[in-house]
């Protein structure tokens, strides 16, 4: 233990919190919850304003979910001469350009916000059409995508219960898998029984190597978010311990854009720009096209 670390302990029922209980708080990590409380406590840290992560182990399994509201942070690169799309992706856009010189060539300060969804919506979100437009594409998509999604609906079904291997429960849950599997317009070939029972046996279990790998990765996306570096996750992780992948996947609800194909473009600048006048935050519409990861 850091002894420099002061730790607080608080026994009471976060269903008692409210949300200026999180307000004082830079960060918040729920992990090992049902779904229920996950999206309790996502809710009343968006009332607070203040960053959510939610994070889960099941054996060889694991996930990091993100939802930051909406967040700025800057990277560096060498100044292009290609003109810089403000919207890059559904979900990221650029809001201002600095230009500093290093051992004389000129960097680029680029200042980029991210846009998220709570996990309450991100749950019954589609996948981007990058992941569903080609069958290659689709056969890429992670199974565990599937199994944690139908987890959660089973959850909500049960009060927050883990699947036995009773008929009752493993038909309920295969039936809400496969169900989760076609919605998100994944080939069922993909959804095999082998996984479905693989999954299934790791629920509730911890292995040390696994909880190092998804435990790094939100530790880093936590010091990367505070310090307003590098590109957070966007939005939901999901680790396979058994092909060592981490997919990361941006879901999000669908809102028909009104204006398409609007790509304006920015030019660096020594100074800093503002795209709009000012930097107030609006509701996104997220066009159907996805954000590559």
């Known amino acids: ?60 399994y694991g996930f990091v979910f993100a939802d930051l509201i909406s967040h700025d942070f800057v990277i560096e690169r060498s100044k292009s001469n290609v003109p810089s799309a403000t919207q890059e992706t559904p979900t990221r856009s650029i809001v201002n350009i600095t230009t500093k010189k290093e051992n004389e060539k000129v960097i680029e300060m680029v200042t980029k916000r991210e846009t998220y969804s709570p996990l309450i919506l991100a749950n019954t979100s589609p996948l981007p059409e990058d992941f569903t437009r080609l069958p290659r594409k689709r056969r890429q998509v992670t199974p565990l995508l599937t199994c944690l999604r139908a987890l959660w609906e089973f959850q909500k079904l049960s009060g927050g219960c883990m699947p036995t291997f009773s ?51 939100l530790a880093q996306d ?24 981490a997919p990361i996947y941006p879901l999000h609800p669908f809102f028909p854009p009104e204006v398409e194909n609007a790509m304006p473009v920015i030019h660096p600048a020594a100074n800093s720009i503002p795209l709009n006048g000012d930097l107030t935050l609006q509701q996104p519409i997220i066009p159907p096209s996805g954000a590559s990861v």
Not at 224 to 245: A, H, T, Y
């Open 1 to 60: 233990m850091n002894p420099r670390v002061q730790l607080r302990i608080d026994t009471d029922d976060i269903h008692t919190k409210q949300p200026d209980f999180f307000a004082q708080f830079d960060v918040i990590i729920a992990t090992e919850l049902d779904f229920a409380m996950y999206t309790t406590i996502n809710a009343a840290c968006r009332i607070a304003n203040r960053p959510f992560y939610a994070a889960g182990l099941h054996g060889f």
């Open 167 to 217: 008929r009752q429960d493993l038909e309920l849950f295969t039936k809400l898998a496969r169900d989760g599997h076609q919605e998100l317009k994944l080939d069922i070939s993909t959804l095999d029984s082998e996984f479905l029972r693989t999954f299934l046996q790791n629920l509730g279990s911890e292995l040390s190597p696994v909880a190092a790998v998804v435990g790094g990765k």
């Open 222 to 245: 936590v010091i990367n978010v505070l310090s307003v570096r590098e590109q957070p996750i966007q939005n939901l992780l999901l680790f396979d311990g058994e092909k060592s992948i």
